[in-house]
């Protein structure tokens, strides 16, 4: 305290800090303090630390956090609806860079980008979800659309409109994609049979289906290199 203004609260010192730490080697700071940064301005007037440390415990990791339902979320005392906003933000900043990496490029060639963007829109889903990757006749990727959401183990898919939507856009290729919040990204039964009537829709009208993706936890499963396409 001096001349007569009131002391600064304890964290303010340790924000300050931390943000100087950022900005010299953001790579070294730990997920729990690069998570705190994000909470600072969600919660301008508390210590965000042991919040940062709960919701990481919690959830598991940094990326978990920020792909967290806002319903789970808010079960995290402290967590209102101006920090589900600010990790929201966060999450979509990542996909953006991500999908920047791939969109309108040509995919074959940006094959390590695309599974990147892959999982860090859908790893963590705590749902299933099919989206599709619509390809011209250069197989640059034209768009990308999610088709359908479903359930924690099932997604209902309609092979003629995905052909119906593939036709609209003029794509002469698809690349399928869809995740398997299990973690695990073994192929089902029904994933299998759904592929197959997806290719056998889409082949009489010259479109071509590249893979089929399913995404798992840090891993994932490619029908073609399995031969299964």
């Known amino acids: 305290m001096g001349d007569g203004g009131e002391a600064k609260p304890h964290y ?15 790579d070294a700071l730990p997920d729990y303090e690069l998570l ?5 301005r969600a919660i301008p007037q508390r ?18 956090v920020l ?8 079960e995290v005392k402290g967590v209102k609806d101006a920090t589900i906003t600010e990790l929201r933000i966060a999450r979509e900043v990542g996909l ?26 859908m790893a ?9 990757l619509f390809l011209d006749r250069k197989n640059v990727l034209i768009a990308d659309e999610v088709q359908q959401k479903g359930t924690v183990d099932h997604t209902p898919v ?19 994609v869809h995740n398997h919040p299990s973690g695990d990204p073994t192929p089902s039964n029904a994933d299998v049979e759904m592929t197959r009537q997806i290719v056998d829709t889409a082949k009489p009208l010259g479109i071509d289906v590249h893979d089929h993706l399913v995404v798992g936890k840090g891993r994932h499963a490619s029908f073609r290199s399995m031969g299964l396409i």
């Open 36 to 40: 705190e940064l994000i909470l600072f």
């Open 158 to 176: 309609y092979p003629r409109e995905v052909v119906k939507r593939a036709l609209e856009l003029n794509a002469s290729a698809l690349i399928l």
């Open 67 to 74: 792909n967290a339902e806002p319903a789970r979320l808010r």
């Open 12 to 26: 303010a010192g340790h924000r300050e800090r931390l943000r100087e730490r950022f900005l010299k080697s953001p």
């Open 96 to 121: 953006r860079i991500a999908q920047a990496k791939v969109l309108k490029k040509e995919v074959i060639g940006s094959w390590d980008a695309l599974l990147e963007y892959c999982s860090a829109s």
């Open 47 to 64: 210590d965000v630390k042991p919040l940062a440390k709960e919701l990481i415990a919690k959830f598991g990791g940094f990326s978990e």
């Open 124 to 132: 963590h889903n705590p749902t299933e979800q099919f989206r599709i």
